[in-house]
């Protein structure tokens, strides 16, 4: 036994000895790997960056460095939960803190009263405003994330300061067109990121397939089936958003030139660069599409991820002692104010219930007479709230994230979207059969209630919901690492193989207009000259036929 061991331990040990260099190698191989990635959301300070996070997590779990970009008028995060995990830099901002809140209260001011409802009457605001509205508001209103661009590529100290930390990837959201122009700057390739899925305006320049017959546009109400009517419509949205997305990228246009990026190349083209498009959103409550190979789907980010929040006791208690069920009630981050006979409604209608209320409201509600079935909070843990096995239904303002998370829990829902891509999200939740939507204008506290009792009685809601749970759920990974493995992936090896060649392509070249045209013109010629042929034998014809009379008339 001591000899077999010897001899195993003589052979066993060169072995060893020669592995080890390998395994250093390829230890420090795999160190080279970690990748410096910079972050710039450009969004407000609400649920949009709190998603893109979590795709920040999954990355730094992955052992790569994330740094935040941040606007001076908003710099919270740095203190945040989890801010730990990350980087920040801050560039200066024209914008205040205050200016950026009261931007923020305006829209939702807007949509409370139904001012940003709908194609016609956004068109209409966007108008009034542009056109006849204060300028200053106007300018915070419209201009505020190409005032950000402008602030951020004219602030020279970041700017310096970003170059030396030598970047691998840009990864940035959409809501801004500056994304290029950064990465441009900084000389990095960059990542797309859209918390609001795919418009059809934009994705035609990205190469993404579009078409009015079946995908329907932005703010017009419709869904995958369309008649002839809505056909049209669809089309001239197409047509309006198509003209307002060029006007707008116009003014990043002017700050390529001024600050000499590529200035020959135009901002569709700079667009197109992205070497990858993440769409927050999921086939379980989108409409099926074609899409490309450097452009994906995934659901909310916020979904599947071990939580370390815990419910409060009294809401815990408040759920727990709920024998009828809980209805959970938010319109989002942003409405902290509601006029006092609005908000009287919105109380009325739910002390109908006869479930028990949560009501998440930043906002005083101390004039208020709510019901006794009705417990305001100004927090809660949502998810918590919406796995706990008394939850019955949500009623919200349709943002993405609370849409995506109701679907996960298996939770009917009913919507009042109040701006932005809200109704959107609320036509494809009631196309899929596990939502009902209200209109915020004109709502009274019978319609409210009877609405929210349909959607949890009526079984069929409830049973769609939970099969798009079902969807959502089988996937093999969850959305933020999913977003986090194609961020690494297109890092490391590059995008362009997955790019499609219809990005490069001119509107007349994607749609073949020319082809049309130079088709059309041969048609002609080969008419042309078949008729000139036709001319010319019945010349001939006439011809002969004159001479043979002058020859019999002479005979």
Same mark, same amino acid.
């Given at each position: 036994m001591a000899l077999y061991s010897t001899r195993l331990l003589l052979v066993v040990f060169p072995m060893v000895a020669f592995l080890l260099p390998w395994q250093s190698e390829l230890t420090q191989a795999a160190g080279q790997q970690r990748l410096k990635l910079l972050y710039y959301t450009a969004s407000d300070d609400g649920s949009h960056h709190l998603t893109n996070t979590k795709i920040a997590e999954a990355l730094v779990r992955r052992g790569h460095d994330v740094t935040f970009l941040l606007s001076s008028s908003c710099t919270k995060w740095r203190n945040t939960s989890g801010a730990n995990l990350f980087k920040f830099f801050v560039f200066q901002s024209r914008y205040t803190e205050e200016e950026r809140t009261q931007n923020l209260r305006e829209i939702s001011r807007l949509g409370l009263r139904g001012e940003l409802r709908g194609f016609v009457n956004a068109m209409k605001f966007y108008l009034k405003q542009r056109f006849f509205g204060d300028k200053r508001s106007s300018k915070v209103l419209f201009d505020f994330h190409f005032s950000e661009c402008n602030s951020l590529l004219g602030d020279n100290t970041t700017i310096q300061a970003l170059k030396q930390e030598r970047y691998d990837l840009l990864?940035?959201?959409?809501?801004?067109?500056?994304?290029?122009?950064?990465?441009?700057?900084?000389?990095?390739?960059?990542?797309?990121?859209?918390?609001?899925?795919?418009?059809?305006?934009?994705?035609?320049?990205?190469?993404?397939?579009?078409?009015?017959?079946?995908?329907?546009? !932005?703010?017009?109400?419709?869904?995958d089936t369309m008649n002839l009517p809505q056909r049209t419509l669809n089309a001239y949205a197409y047509i309006i958003y198509d003209a307002l997305r060029r006007v707008t990228l116009w003014k990043y246009e002017d700050l390529q030139r001024q600050?000499?990026? !590529?200035?020959?190349?135009?901002?569709?083209?700079?667009?197109?660069?992205?070497?990858?498009?993440?769409?927050?959103?999921?086939?379980?409550?989108?409409?099926? !599409?074609?899409?490309?190979?450097?452009?994906?789907?995934?659901?909310?980010?916020?979904?599947?991820?071990?939580?370390?929040?815990?419910?409060?006791?009294?809401?815990?208690?408040?759920?727990?002692?709920?024998?009828?069920?809980?209805?959970?009630?938010?319109?989002?981050?942003?409405?902290?104010?509601?006029?006092?006979?609005?908000?009287?409604?919105?109380?009325?209608?739910?002390?109908?219930?006869?479930?028990?209320?949560?009501?998440?409201?930043?906002?005083?509600?101390?004039?208020?007479?709510?019901?006794?079935?009705?417990?305001?909070?100004?927090?809660?843990?949502?998810?918590?709230?919406?796995?706990?096995?008394?939850?019955?239904?949500? %009623?919200?303002?349709?943002?993405?994230?609370?849409?995506?998370?109701?679907?996960?829990?298996?939770?009917?829902m009913v919507g009042i979207p109040l701006f932005g891509d809200?109704?959107?999200?609320?036509?494809?939740?009631?196309?899929?059969?596990?939502? %009902?939507?209200?209109?915020?204008?004109?709502?009274?506290?019978?319609?409210?209630?009877?609405?929210?009792?349909?959607?949890?009685?009526?079984?069929?809601?409830?049973?769609?919901?939970?099969?798009?749970?079902?969807?959502? !759920?089988?996937?093999?990974?969850?959305?933020?690492?999913?977003?986090?493995?194609?961020?690494?992936?297109?890092?490391?090896?590059?995008?362009?193989? %997955?790019?499609?060649?219809?990005?490069?392509?001119?509107?007349?070249?994607?749609?073949?207009?020319?082809?049309?045209?130079?088709?059309v013109a041969i048609l002609f010629i080969v008419l042309g000259l078949l008729f000139l042929c036709l001319r010319v034998c019945l010349w001939l014809a006439c011809g002969r036929n004159k001479q043979g009379k002058i020859k019999s008339k002479a005979d």
């Open positions: 990864v940035g959201e959409d809501l801004s067109d500056c994304q290029p122009l950064l990465a441009e700057i900084l000389g990095i390739r960059f990542v797309l990121i859209s918390g609001t899925g795919i418009i059809p305006s934009k994705g035609n320049w990205y190469g993404i397939p579009r078409h009015p017959a079946y995908i329907p546009e !932005r703010h017009v109400g419709l869904s600050y000499n990026l !590529r200035p020959e190349k135009r901002m569709p083209e700079m667009l197109a660069g992205a070497q990858l498009w993440l769409f927050y959103g999921d086939f379980g409550l989108e409409y099926a !599409r074609p899409m490309q190979p450097n452009a994906m789907f995934l659901a909310s980010p916020m979904l599947g991820l071990p939580s370390e929040e815990t419910v409060p006791q009294d809401q815990q208690e408040f759920l727990d002692a709920a024998h009828q069920g809980v209805v959970l009630f938010t319109l989002g981050g942003h409405v902290n104010e509601m006029q006092t006979a609005q908000a009287q409604m919105f109380a009325n209608g739910l002390a109908k219930l006869s479930q028990r209320v949560l009501w998440q409201f930043s906002g005083s509600v101390s004039h208020l007479r709510i019901g006794d079935n009705t417990k305001v909070v100004q927090w809660i843990p949502q998810q918590k709230i919406m796995a706990h096995p008394n939850t019955k239904a949500l %009623l919200s303002h349709g943002g993405l994230n609370g849409m995506y998370e109701a679907a996960w829990y298996g939770l009917p809200h109704f959107d999200n609320m036509e494809r939740a009631v196309s899929k059969g596990m939502a %009902l939507q209200l209109d915020i204008v004109g709502l009274t506290e019978e319609v409210l209630s009877q609405t929210v009792d349909q959607v949890i009685k009526d079984p069929r809601f409830r049973k769609r919901a939970q099969h798009i749970s079902r969807i959502l !759920r089988d996937q093999p990974v969850i959305p933020s690492e999913k977003a986090a493995h194609w961020i690494e992936h297109v890092t490391k090896y590059g995008g362009e193989y %997955l790019r499609p060649r219809a990005a490069d392509l001119s509107w007349i070249e994607y749609h073949l207009v020319d082809v049309y045209a130079f088709l």
